[in-house]
Structures are given as C-alpha cells and as structure tokens.
C-alpha cells in the first residue's frame, strides 16, 4: 500500500472512500467505499453520475482517500474491514491525510 500512489492507471487496485459534501466531520455527507483498478476512471463516472445505484442516489462524487494495493487480495480484504468500520473511525482514518476534505481528483489526473 502507498499513498499517495500513480493512481488511475489501469492495474491499480484502491479501495475509495469518497464523499458527497465538504464537511462530513460536522455530521453530514454520505461515505462510499469501493474497490476498483482504475480509480481516475471510476472517480470520474461516480462524478458524472454515470453508474446507477449508491454513488448516483446519493450524489456521491468527491475522493477524499485512497489507497493502492498491488493485490487485488489484499485490496478486498481492506475494503471489507473498512466497510464494518464505524463511521467516526472511518472520518478519522481519511482526516489523517486529508484534513480538510479537498477532493484529491485532480491530484490522480494531474
């Protein structure tokens, strides 16, 4: 696992909390975690709303963590525990590196 990591390129393996609003620490906002091997892409249908179901309903479309795996073993495994995590574990997990929430979009496409 690195980070932050060449992501986006195919191969890649993340396991992606992303959220909805700016402020999810104040109580509000909707977490998604996901596994996918190509996270710019994945990000970006999230954002254009271009997969039906969670992400859709609920609008969301910001990345605000990721992490890289090399396995994709090890990438699913993660995702599980994060998923049975509770929420206030997973806000601190992602205000480890990402304080103020900023959407790290431009940082896999840049």
Same mark, same amino acid.
């Given at each position: 696992?690195?980070?932050? %990591?060449? %992501?986006? +390129?195919?191969?890649? @393996?993340?396991? %992606?909390? /992303? @959220?909805?609003?700016?402020?999810? =620490?104040?109580?509000?906002?909707?977490?998604?975690?996901?596994?996918?091997?190509?996270? =710019?892409?994945?990000? @970006?249908? +999230?954002?254009?709303?271009?997969?039906?179901? &969670?992400?859709?309903?609920? %609008?969301?479309?910001?990345?605000?963590?990721? *992490? /890289? &795996? *090399?396995?994709? +073993?090890? =990438?699913? =495994?993660? *995702?599980?525990?994060?998923?049975?995590?509770?929420? !206030?574990?997973?806000?601190?997990?992602? !205000?480890?590196?990402?304080?103020?929430?900023?959407?790290?979009?431009?940082? /896999?496409?840049?």
């Amino acid at each position: 696992m690195s980070w932050p %990591a060449k %992501a986006g +390129h195919p191969g890649d @393996t993340c396991p %992606a909390p /992303i @959220t909805s609003t700016s402020s999810p =620490a104040k109580g509000n906002g909707t977490l998604y975690i996901g596994v996918t091997n190509n996270l =710019a892409r994945r990000v @970006t249908e +999230h954002r254009e709303g271009l997969v039906p179901g &969670f992400t859709k309903t609920y %609008a969301v479309t910001r990345l605000v963590y990721y *992490e /890289i &795996f *090399e396995d994709i +073993h090890l =990438a699913i =495994a993660r *995702e599980t525990r994060l998923k049975k995590w509770n929420r !206030q574990w997973k806000i601190d997990l992602i !205000q480890t590196r990402n304080v103020y929430w900023d959407d790290l979009y431009e940082t /896999i496409n840049g």
